[in-house]
């Protein structure tokens, strides 16, 4: 019987604390993405199964009226 594969879009979302006195928006930003994963394991693409899964690596920070959004805890 024929073998058919079936594409699907996922979208996910990935947030990093991390301790900084910086108010400038730029340096926490960069601060960020230094600690955020680069990609997904072996496991998590489906490498050796009938399936895969891909991650182009590319962390788009949130932005909510013209500025990333960064919040404090407790906020």
């Given at each position: 019987?024929?073998?058919?594969?079936?594409?699907?879009?996922?979208?996910?979302?990935?947030?990093?604390?991390?301790?900084?006195?910086?108010?400038?928006?730029e340096e926490i930003l960069e601060q960020a993405l230094e600690e955020a994963p680069g990609s997904i394991c072996a496991q998590c693409s489906g490498w050796g199964q009938s399936w895969s899964r891909t991650d182009d690596g590319e962390l788009e920070p949130g932005v909510f009226k013209g500025k990333y959004e960064i919040y404090e805890e407790g906020e």
């Amino acid at each position: 019987m024929p073998k058919k594969t079936v594409l699907f879009n996922q979208t996910i979302g990935i947030s990093v604390t991390v301790e900084t006195d910086s108010t400038d928006q730029e340096e926490i930003l960069e601060q960020a993405l230094e600690e955020a994963p680069g990609s997904i394991c072996a496991q998590c693409s489906g490498w050796g199964q009938s399936w895969s899964r891909t991650d182009d690596g590319e962390l788009e920070p949130g932005v909510f009226k013209g500025k990333y959004e960064i919040y404090e805890e407790g906020e």
